[in-house]
């Protein structure tokens, strides 16, 4: 069992003490410099399954994911309320200093997006959008240039912040929808969506993104598909993780780790076009099958893009 033996886990729970004592995770030299560092240590790979740690080591990293996700949000409405004060703010989105980031991210889920659909989506949800929405508004941009999205967040205040930005260009914001709710309270609506994205932080535990995904299967529409993000090796201290087989109800497409700077794997599925609730009522068991969960290729999505396909979907019980 992986404990705090292990060099790299010794380092990561040195790095959650100081985390863990600052006064605030508010954006600072202190902050981002440990922040920082913290990111590269966990970027290369490294032989762990964060499965097999302790329960002590499980503890720790359930925290320091909780307080990597607070920083995360008030990093994002430093640099929204700047940006919010240029009269044109999408022209200057490259000062967020994780921009690049969310441009190959968003490349990379368009890509894999494009081998599991054959038209670009018409109507797409965004999930956990936040006050600064660069995957949506880099998408939307870039990508998918006719496409509406429609952005969920359960805060208000960032839904106002994220909807200034866009208010220098009518003809993007009209594409780019705002809705404050808990996605846990959105029903009949989620079935008007081709693909629905769910943002890593929406769920920041086992516990909670399998409650989201059984509820995103209960009222998507059959086939259309669900793009989400995950972490992978040490990257699991940064992010939850989401195995293929927490997605009940869903064929799993493929799975794909970076091997650069963009630190969330991605999971492409899609709904099955039975019910997993159905037949669960039946006495027949979760209706699912599951892609490899070992073994999969890591690549560079910039320069290897013909490397995206998955292994062979075969049944897998974990």
């Known amino acids: 069992m992986v404990c705090l033996k292990d060099p790299l886990v010794q380092k990561i729970c040195e790095f959650y003490e100081k985390i863990s004592r600052l006064d605030s995770l508010k954006p600072s030299e202190d902050v981002n410099m440990l922040l920082t560092d913290l990111v590269f240590t966990c970027m290369p790979p490294y032989p762990i399954d964060c499965t097999k740690l302790c329960k002590k080591i499980q503890e720790i ?4 994911i909780r307080l990597c996700g607070e920083a995360e949000g008030l ?3 430093h640099y929204s309320t700047i940006l919010g004060s240029f009269d044109n703010p999408l022209e200057h989105l490259h000062i967020f200093p994780y921009f690049s980031n969310y441009v190959k991210l968003s490349l990379l889920e368009f890509n894999i997006l494009s081998q599991h659909s054959k038209d670009v989506p018409s109507r797409v949800a965004f999930v956990g959008s936040g006050p600064l929405p660069l995957t949506s508004i880099v998408l939307a941009s870039n990508h998918m240039t006719s496409t509406t999205f429609h952005n969920y967040d359960i805060d208000s205040s960032a839904n106002s912040m994220a909807s200034h930005l866009l208010e220098s260009d009518p003809a993007l914001s009209k594409r780019m929808i705002f809705h404050t709710t808990d996605i846990m309270n959105v029903t ?7 693909v629905i994205f769910l943002a890593a932080l929406v769920g ?23 793009m989400l993000r995950s ?20 064929e799993v497409l493929s799975v794909f780790h970076p091997a650069d700077e963009v630190i969330n794997s991605v999971i492409i599925a899609r709904k ?17 099958h599951c892609s490899k969960c070992a073994e999969i290729q890591v690549f560079n999505p910039l320069s290897q893009m013909n490397m995206i396909e998955e292994l062979a979907v075969e049944e897998h019980h974990c």
Request: glycine share 6%.
């Open 188 to 194: 009949s609506t989620l079935k008007d969506y081709d």
């Open 61 to 64: 990293r359930s925290k320091l």
């Open 231 to 250: 972490a992978h090796g040490a990257r699991a201290f940064l992010y939850p993780v989401v195995e293929p087989c927490d997605l009940r109800g869903f």
């Open 272 to 288: 099955s076009p039975f019910s997993i609730h159905s037949s669960i009522d039946q006495g027949f068991g979760p209706f699912m």
């Open 75 to 77: 990093l994002e409405e």
């Open 204 to 226: 920041m535990n086992k516990e909670e993104k399998v409650r989201i995904l059984e509820h995103l299967n209960k009222h998507m529409a059959p086939e259309a598909l669900l």
